[in-house]
């Protein structure tokens, strides 16, 4: 059983590693659509993927976030990636057992997974 | 929308748009009802737009004229003999209220509440969210406030690993409840 006096123990973990978190200028952000039609899709699933593997990784450069529609209901989930100075990458029809791959190659390795962008699907 | 969870996923986030800084989440399970309260202290609607808010060609959104979170819950409330209410009023907030017949065919299951709670405390950690779970005479409830005592204010909540414990912590405590609804059935 879990007990709320866990948080006290990650709480004082993270106070001593707080600083050593980079700029929010140099981070990655990842952005799922969370709308009606993201949700309907399975977006759910695949942000709950992605904070289990950036946090299984530890990449303490990388923002896991939400947006509303991102305005290709169709294709949803979709989920944008914008790494500092590149151009944004987009990926559809996203399910949690893409987002493995995506993160080791993209998020680490900087290799876009061309196969499940917007551009392969179109 | 398979899961009652989804419905209450995309109806919060409204209460976030309206920049609600306390929600109250209750689901109780009493009998053959389910009833689903999603209170916020946002923006509130006019009585005008509280009049049309359910009817899928309202949105608030300037994209397009349409906007199907609430439409898609009465739909499934009312599926099931069940009503969805709306009471509201500017500057005080919005409560959201659906009942649902849980004993009907068409009744949703109420799914992954640790997978929602999560997602909402993710993408608006500052939130003062209270979560109750109710299933006949057994309850548990979440209260970010609780969480921030041990916490602390200088942690969000939002970072992966504090998220991932809330996460875990909820799927404990949904399990258990379960089991008590077994064991009654």
Known sequence: MKSLAELRAIRERMEKQIDLRESNDDRIRVVVGMATCGIAAGARPVLNAFLEEVNKRDLKNVTVSQTGCIGVCRL???VEIYVPGQEKVTYVKMTPDKVASIVSEHLVNGRVVEEYTIGAAE | MKEIALHILDIAQNSLAARARRLEITLAEEGETLTLTIADNGKGMSPELLAT???????????????????????????????????????????????????????????????????????????????????EERRFTLSTRELREELGEEISLAEPEVILWIRDYLQEQEALLRENKGMKA
Do not use: N, W
């Open chain 1, 76 to 78: 949803e989930p979709i």
């Open chain 2, 53 to 135: 808010v359910s009817d899928p060609f309202t949105t608030t959104r300037t994209t397009r004229k349409m906007g199907l979170g609430l439409p898609l819950l009465r739909l499934a409330a009312e599926q099931t003999g069940g009503a969805l209410s709306i009471e509201s009023a500017l500057g005080v907030g919005t409560t959201v209220t659906a009942r649902f017949g849980a004993a009907h065919i068409d009744c949703p299951p109420v799914g992954d509440m640790a997978g929602t709670i999560t997602l909402l405390l993710q993408g608006a950690p500052e939130v003062e969210l209270t979560y109750t779970h109710q299933v």
